[in-house]
């Protein structure tokens, strides 16, 4: 189903959660973006991938546990549980004969249960008393989330990981250089649980809208093998009728130099539509900025900036630049108090058992540095190199924030 519209008939398998058969397909328009019909009929193997990018990771930290709570073998069994529904888009599945409507059973408008993510934050294990009624079972991402409801809005509640924690605190960060240099974003905000922090932020997705991510998007045309991965999405965009997206690229490869974002893959942003009329709003207002400013390392690693991933276009931040077709929006002046933001963020009550003077001071100058070669770069910009293919990302991987073992 997608919200009220029936799409096609598909059978489960009740073990593993897999789309065993796609029988008639109602609506194919309504299919999920990127899965292709071919005289009529539905290309499984791309909705199963649709359909197991819409579980829980098995890297999500702390999912083992869980599932060992929950008594089931993978997470793609809490989406036959909760019947696929998000709060990300207006896909699920009903079963034959149960009469379930959508009315009845979306989050957006209905309540839903806490017990999933009790159990994903690890503080429930009444195994007989657990109601599966959740959009946490479709929440994506590798790091430990739920979603709640918050004086009536539903509020993306989400982790950082060992040995810093960093990522909420750089949530807030990101978000304020993004209203300083006003680029369409989602606002976020620091929370505590058990001595944790954990960053807030509303879902920007109504009852008549849907995120779809950028994944999905470049699905949409087979890309040949001389064009950029940069070169393609714009080219699919275009031919889905989406305008402006390249200033909206220029805003996000700058945001993210400055930040030095290691996890913007194709997951990590994306374009809302109308889920009824599927006609294209628009670029995505940038989310999920928190795998950042050194946020796995320690000050002298942040420093050197040498082990710094890029993604989603190319291997490294520099070379993403040369992407950016212009640099005339940036106003440098709003940028002057990025220090005290990055210090007084950091500096937070509860968060020196993670951070010391010497960790800050380092994130600080490294974005300042950034901040200055954009100010250079913006005075010198060489010739744009859109549809290059060297040092493109090869692969669209999250970030694994599990420890690393080694013999």
């Known amino acids: 189903m997608h919200k009220r519209t029936a799409v096609a008939d598909i059978e489960l398998d ?66 036959v549980r909760c019947y696929g529904l998000s709060l990300s888009d207006q896909y699920w599945i009903c079963p034959e004969g149960s009469g379930l409507t959508w009315d009845k059973v979306n989050f957006f408008d209905n309540d839903f249960s806490d017990d999933i993510g009790d159990v994903l934050f690890g503080t429930n294990k009444k195994m007989n008393v657990l109601d599966f009624s959740s959009p946490d079972n479709t929440s994506d991402g590798n790091l430990k989330k739920r979603w709640k409801i918050i004086d009536g809005k539903r509020c993306l509640v989400k982790g950082g990981s060992n040995p810093f924690r960093q990522q909420p605190f750089n949530e807030v960060i990101a978000a304020g250089i993004m209203e300083r240099l006003e680029i369409p974003h989602v606002p976020y905000a620091v929370t505590w649980n058990k001595g944790a922090p954990y960053c807030v932020c509303e879902d920007f997705v109504a009852d008549d809208t849907e995120l779809v991510p950028a994944w999905r998007i470049i699905q949409t045309r087979k890309k040949d093998k001389s064009t950029s991965v940069y070169q393609h999405f714009v080219n699919c965009c275009e031919s889905l ?27 990590n ?75 007084n963020t950091l500096s937070a009550e509860g968060a020196k058992e993670y951070m010391d003077g010497n960790r800050i001071k380092a994130i600080v100058e490294t974005a300042n540095r950034r901040i200055q070669n954009l100010m250079q770069l913006s005075m010198t910009q060489a010739q744009v190199q859109t549809n290059s293919t060297e040092d493109d990302v090869e692969e669209n991987i999250a970030q694994d924030y599990s420890p690393k073992m080694t013999l």
Not at 270 to 297: C, F, H, Q, V
């Open 269 to 343: 942003f994306g374009l809302l539509r109308n889920a009824e009329t599927l006609e294209w709003i628009g670029m995505a207002p940038i989310y999920d900025s928190g795998s950042s400013l050194g946020y796995d390392k320690v000050a002298g690693q942040i420093r050197a900036e040498r082990d710094v991933e890029c993604k989603p276009f190319k291997k490294h931040h520099a070379e993403q630049l040369k992407l950016v077709s212009d640099f005339n929006w940036i106003d440098f002046e709003r940028l002057s108090d990025v220090e005290e933001l990055i210090t």
């Open 14 to 79: 009740d073990a593993t959660g897999f789309i065993q058969k796609i029988n008639t397909v109602y609506a194919p328009a309504h299919l999920p973006v990127g899965v292709p019909v071919r005289r009529g009929t539905a290309d499984r193997a791309a909705l199963n991938e649709w359909w197991t990018d819409r579980s829980i990771p098995a890297s999500r930290s702390g999912i083992r546990e869980a599932l060992e709570t929950l008594e089931l073998s993978n997470t793609k069994i809490l989406l």
């Open 241 to 267: 009728g989406v305008k402006d997206v390249v200033p909206f690229l220029d805003r996000m490869i700058v945001l993210d130099y400055i930040i030095a974002n290691e996890d913007r893959h194709l997951n």
